[in-house]
């Protein structure tokens, strides 16, 4: 069989369709792991962690150095399971929440399968597939941790796909912190203990010290209150209120001074009747290629070759964890789109074509020597 386009995207709308939240992504890995088994790729399987491997063998003498290299998608999306999952096609474009982020970007792999086997390119090394899980949200990038703990330094390089990310070449791992604040009170009546402290009035009080933090400009530094909880009814002075902060920044000394700032003011929330406290729940590590490694140069390459004109760019990607151990990856996408994280999210599909054929040269025009 032949690669095409619209067989791509009805692959990737059958990834859509089953739901992945991050830490359940167990029924969309089955779905890959089978659909691997049919492509009739070899070493199949799923790792502790809920990773999808899978191997496009090369025929090498045994005197050969055994090269490989890693292509991972993530297979996990922001959403509940609850979300509704309803897909609308339109000529150019088709909508759906996850469709982007990162149904096609998992898709990605089989097109790359594909598109290899459609021009008959022999590989000088194996090709790792990797459907991998917890990319997103509090997942912390286990998924790519333990891939990274699989292979080390043997690889050629890690490349990670995404489905909405055409044109950029993500080489600098942005460095994120995540914390989950939590107040506690007494509590009581709201009538009969009226004037004992309240943990969401406690909780919002420091919610808004926190958001008037001057952030600076450059570099790039920002916070983001997510999600606020607490309480128990509207008459009930709140015992317990919890909020999780998410912090970046492009420098990882500047993140680290915001959050100490943060958990000073955690602090300073304390007094008799008021606990405070604020955990760590997540951190991304930072870490960078230089603009110059031959796989950030061959990445802009391939673009250009297909027409497209690259961005060299820092993210919050799989690659964080490969780059903050000094090993050379990058993440890449397949298409244009945008919504992501919203059940708006839409991609374009006429980009889909140079997007695989990016990847494509990239794999194959390597020379396995980086």
């Known amino acids: 069989m032949t690669y095409s386009t619209n067989r791509l995207l009805n692959l990737a709308v059958a990834i859509q369709q089953i739901p992945a939240p991050t830490f359940h992504e167990t029924e969309r890995a089955e779905f890959v792991r089978a659909r691997f088994v ?47 999952l309803k897909i609308f096609r339109e000529p150019e474009r088709i909508s759906g929440a996850g469709i982007g982020d990162n149904a096609v970007g998992v898709a990605g792999l089989f097109g790359l399968v594909w598109a290899l086997r459609q021009r008959k390119i022999e590989l000088p090394g194996d090709l790792w597939l990797v459907a991998n899980v917890c990319e997103e949200g509090l997942g912390d990038l286990r998924g790519m941790k333990a891939i990274v703990e699989r292979f080390g330094k043997t690889p050629l390089a890690y490349v990670a796909l995404e489905g909405m990310a055409l044109g950029q070449v993500f080489h600098r791992g942005l460095g994120v912190c995540r914390y989950r604040v939590t107040v506690c009170t007494a509590g009581g009546h709201s009538w009969l203990d009226y004037g004992r402290p309240s943990a969401v009035h406690e909780l919002t009080a420091l919610a808004a010290k926190i958001t008037a933090l001057k952030l600076p400009e450059e570099p790039r530094t920002t916070l983001n209150v997510g999600t606020i909880s607490g309480g128990t009814s509207v008459n009930t002075i709140a015992a317990e209120a919890m909020l999780e ?22 602090v300073d929330t304390r007094r008799e009747g008021v606990k405070a406290a604020a955990e760590v729940i997540g951190q991304r590590p930072a870490g960078e290629l230089p603009a110059s490694h031959p796989l950030v140069r061959l ?62 040269r990239l794999v194959s025009s390597a020379k396995w020597e980086l």
């Not at 390459?301 to 964890?321: F, M, Q």
């Open 245 to 266: 902060l998410d912090l970046r920044s492009e420098q990882p000394e500047t993140l680290r001074q915001i959050a100490r700032q943060v958990e000073g003011l955690v």
């Open 38 to 84: 049919e492509e009739g790729l070899q070493d199949i399987g799923i790792d502790p962690a809920g990773n999808v491997y899978a191997r496009l063998p090369i025929l090498r003498p045994l005197s050969t150095v055994h090269r490989l290299l890693v292509v991972s998608a993530h297979l996990d999306t922001v959403f509940p399971a609850s979300t509704d």
């Open 299 to 360: 990445a802009e390459e391939c673009l250009h070759e297909v027409g497209i004109e690259p961005h060299l760019s820092i993210g919050s990607t799989d690659a964080n964890y490969p780059l903050s151990r000094g090993l050379p990856a990058v993440t890449i996408g397949l298409t244009t789109g945008r919504g992501a994280h919203t059940v708006h999210e839409y991609i374009n599909t006429a980009p889909l074509e140079k997007g695989i054929e990016q990847v494509m």
